[in-house]
């Protein structure tokens, strides 16, 4: 079943593992060598999380990369899926 609404994984990570860890953002960009400020817009949901970036979470100790992208996917398709599109009618193959 479809999860309703994913929450975006940056702001999991901001609400739950900051706090848990007693590390700030600017602290957790120094020990994984990322921007504070391309971090901080993940962690607002203003930006996905990329490959790169759940790879250095994943190095720190902090989960899965695969998890942290498959929460990014999910969240993406949720988005996608209720926006407007044109309607868009399938392909028919012979």
Known sequence: M????????????????????????SG?????GYSRG???TVLNGR???SADLAHRLELA?????????AEQAA???WQAEHREH???ARLQFA
Do not use: F
């Open 2 to 25: 479809a999860m309703h609404n994913p929450p975006h994984p940056g702001e999991a990570l901001r609400e739950d593992v900051l706090p848990a860890i007693n590390m700030t953002v």
């Open 28 to 32: 957790l960009a120094r020990h994984i």
């Open 38 to 40: 391309q971090l901080s």
């Open 47 to 49: 930006a996905a999380i």
């Open 61 to 69: 100790g902090l989960g899965s990369a695969r998890q942290y992208l």
């Open 75 to 77: 969240y993406d398709l």
């Open 86 to 88: 044109p309607p868009i």
